[in-house]
């Protein structure tokens, strides 16, 4: 019987400011749905930033429901894969660190991605990708970005990269809970992958040989 | 460039420093022998009245011969006397000095704590750390550590320890003749050792004090009386204003 074909679910995140968004570009070749652009539309503000300081867990369901349509939509048109662009940890009410979405969203997100990749004969890969920086490069990156209101209180940036280095454990826990009971045709156990992009060529080539095996 | 936010309260203050210790390093990425190029020595002082603190930076050189022009700056802070907190004070003007100020100095020099500090995080480790740059503190009060007095001749000096890990942390050196004990630690990617040797260098002889350092604290205190001479004129003059 001939290996069924793959798809690709990637989750990718990081803190505000690590480079998040130069590594997507370099696996563009894959669609990509950004959880902060979905809490600001169930959220209604102008700006992302301004989600830092509201409430926004009160959206997490809703937030889930729509990265399940857009996993749908992708597998029903046969393609390739998709990736989640997010924040393993944000703040909440601009106050803590907390998950970017809670475990049991999580938990549901994958449950529904493996069952819809089972229900189209695909093998559901997940490629969570945790990027980070050093601490110093994160607050001099902050400090030069004009094009988005950072929180420069310089402790932030510490806080930002451990919570989210925490939480990239916590979204592969889950991932890997979900698909458990389920055989190696329809899921293949969920891999975390910690990128340093301290120096950006090298970074990119790691962030594409974690895609490229994984799609032709 | 956005601004660093900087706390008035100082429990918060306290943990952001305890926060900001993890990224203090006590060795420069080009190791031992180091020589820096073109140093900035600040000198800081705040007015009670004005509640305006204010940094002034004199660049000097690795002989400690220091430049006639200076910058300054200063701004409204909010924060009170904390022993072990001064960054929170004066930060703020240091950072508005500092952002203006060219990328192409290699040293900064505080009359300030570095590591020899409760939270192992004074003054000059924390600018240190904000702006990625070797420091010094060099402080004629010791705030932090165990030391022996050192011999009484120039030039002798004797290590601050850590009261718990041992650790290096710092010197008590005399620099010259019948002077007391000054204060040498590393703020930022300096260690200890290096930190007192540069700072011997840039000392003259029979010297008590760092003189581009001190000059360049006298100049923030003058900045720091003719605010407030101009403030008591401005008062002045608001009364005869009826």
């Known amino acids: 019987m001939p290996p069924a074909r793959e798809f690709v679910l990637g989750v990718v995140g990081g803190a505000s400011g690590v480079g998040k968004t130069t590594l997507l570009n370099a696996v563009s070749w894959l669609d990509?749905?950004?959880?902060?652009?979905?809490?600001?539309?169930?959220?209604?503000?102008?700006?992302?930033?301004?989600?830092?300081?509201?409430?926004w867990a009160a959206f997490e369901g809703a937030v889930r429901e729509d990265l399940e349509t857009a996993v749908r939509e992708k597998a029903v048109r046969g393609m390739r894969g998709i990736l989640i662009d997010t924040?393993?940890?944000?703040?909440?009410?601009?106050?803590?660190?907390?998950?970017?979405?809670?475990?049991?969203?999580?938990?549901?997100?994958?449950?529904?991605?493996?069952?819809l990749a089972s229900d189209y004969g695909v093998r559901l890969q997940t490629l969570i990708v945790h990027v980070t920086a050093e601490?110093?490069?994160?607050?001099?990156?902050?400090?030069?970005?004009?094009?988005?209101?950072?929180?420069?209180?310089?402790?932030?940036?510490?806080?930002?990269?451990?919570?989210?280095?925490?939480?990239?454990?916590?979204?592969?826990?889950?991932?890997?809970?979900?698909?458990?009971?389920?055989?190696?045709?329809?899921?293949?156990?969920?891999?975390?992958t910690h990128i340093m992009n301290s120096d950006l060529d090298r970074a990119v080539g790691e962030m594409k040989s974690v895609f490229l095996g994984q799609v032709q | 460039m956005n601004p660093f936010v900087w706390t008035n309260d100082p429990d918060v203050a306290k943990k952001e420093q305890t926060a900001l210790r993890k990224l203090v390093?006590?060795?420069?990425?080009?190791?031992?022998?180091?020589?820096?190029?073109?140093?900035?020595?600040?000198?800081?002082?705040?007015?009670?009245?004005?509640?305006?603190?204010?940094?002034?930076?004199?660049?000097?050189?690795?002989s400690g011969r220091y430049s006639r022009i200076s910058r300054s700056a200063d701004v409204e802070v909010d924060f009170p006397y904390v022993p072990g907190l001064l960054a929170f004070r004066v930060g703020p003007a240091i950072c508005k000095l500092l952002d203006e100020q060219d990328d192409d100095y290699d040293l900064l020099l505080f009359d300030g704590q570095g590591i020899a500090h409760p939270r192992g995080i004074g003054l000059a480790s924390h600018i240190g750390v904000l702006y990625g740059k070797p420091s010094i503190g060099v402080t004629r009060n010791r705030l932090f550590g165990e030391a022996l007095e050192p011999p009484i001749q120039a030039n002798a000096a004797s290590p601050i320890y850590h009261p718990s890990s041992r650790e290096i942390v710092g010197y008590s050196w005399v620099?010259?003749?019948?002077?007391?004990?000054?204060?040498?630690?590393?703020?930022?990617?300096?260690?200890?050792?290096?930190?007192?040797?540069?700072?011997?260098?840039?000392?003259?002889?029979?010297?008590?004090?760092?003189?581009?350092?001190?000059?360049?604290?006298?100049?923030?205190n003058t900045a720091r009386r003719q605010m407030l001479r101009k403030r008591?004129?401005?008062?002045?003059?608001?009364e005869h204003d009826d």
């Open chain 2, 175 to 220: 620099p010259g003749e019948s002077t007391p004990a000054i204060f040498v630690s590393p703020g930022n990617l300096i260690d200890p050792k290096e930190a007192l040797q540069l700072v011997r260098g840039i000392t003259r002889p029979n010297s008590s004090f760092p003189t581009c350092l001190a000059r360049a604290h006298g100049m923030a």
């Open chain 1, 87 to 115: 924040h393993f940890a944000a703040k909440l009410n601009g106050d803590a660190y907390r998950i970017g979405l809670d475990r049991a969203e999580i938990f549901s997100l994958a449950s529904s991605a493996v069952r």
């Open chain 2, 232 to 238: 008591d004129k401005q008062d002045n003059l608001g």
């Open chain 1, 135 to 192: 601490p110093a490069q994160l607050l001099t990156r902050r400090r030069l970005d004009e094009s988005r209101k950072r929180e420069l209180v310089p402790s932030d940036c510490v806080q930002a990269l451990s919570r989210n280095e925490q939480c990239s454990g916590q979204y592969l826990y889950e991932f890997a809970r979900a698909v458990r009971g389920y055989g190696p045709d329809e899921a293949s156990p969920p891999r975390l």
């Open chain 2, 25 to 62: 390093a006590t060795e420069h990425p080009d190791g031992e022998g180091w020589q820096f190029k073109k140093g900035l020595a600040i000198g800081t002082a705040y007015d009670e009245n004005t509640r305006r603190a204010v940094a002034v930076a004199l660049e000097f050189d690795p």
């Open chain 1, 32 to 55: 990509r749905v950004n959880t902060g652009d979905l809490f600001k539309r169930h959220m209604s503000l102008a700006s992302r930033d301004d989600i830092r300081t509201l409430n």
